[in-house]
């Protein structure tokens, strides 16, 4: 009998397996193949469900509840019709895996199952050195291609939202860490949604009219 870690290292392995066809159909060179696309979609989300079935097995209902999941008659449901922070889940995105640590970090991940293929986990989490709620997306393509400027913007539109300023962050030299180099991070004050830094809009003369600039 196999143990649960290797259980889940097999788990794994068909993630990955999955992954891997979801980046072959998405890729840039070739037209994407929805119905595929979506049955890929719901495998990767099957196996996931999969594996806090097994983290979860045993556990009284409070555990559940503290990762944020309901339990009723020995299932488990999901709420993916928004995203953390709120907004309405985006038309086109899977949810594929939901995450809640010990710190109090929730967070999940969505994969974009119309298109080129392009990854968004979000998560939220109060600061303790500020007291201030923060959320944070990264974008990432399976193809481990850097992120586009439009790929920044579509996860911006997507789950940051439009009525929220946010950061794209460059730390000085001591402090800066490179986990990923193919992924990029956008980071939103929830608490001040229209920004903790001044606003740097300023007029210029443009052809004798004057516009707004940043």
Known sequence: MMEEQQVREAIDGLIEQQ???????QGDSIIPDAGAISE????IDALIHLKHVLRLCGCPPEAYEKAGEK???NAVEYDDSTTVSGLPAPAGWTCIERKRDENGIY???WVRTTGEAIRVIESVYTRPDDSRTWLHVSVSKPTRKMPT???????RR????????SYMVF????RYVNIHPGVLHLYCCLDQPQGVLPHF????AIGGEKRLSI
Request: charged share 35%; aromatic share 10%; hydrophobic share 25%.
């Open 19 to 25: 992954e891997r066809r979801m980046a072959t159909y």
């Open 40 to 43: 890929i979609g719901h495998s």
């Open 71 to 73: 339990h009723e008659n």
């Open 107 to 109: 967070g999940r991940f």
């Open 149 to 155: 400027w439009d790929d920044i913007q579509t996860m």
């Open 158 to 165: 997507c789950f940051v939202g439009e009525k929220r300023e």
């Open 171 to 174: 730390p000085t030299q001591e």
């Open 201 to 204: 809009e300023g007029e210029l």
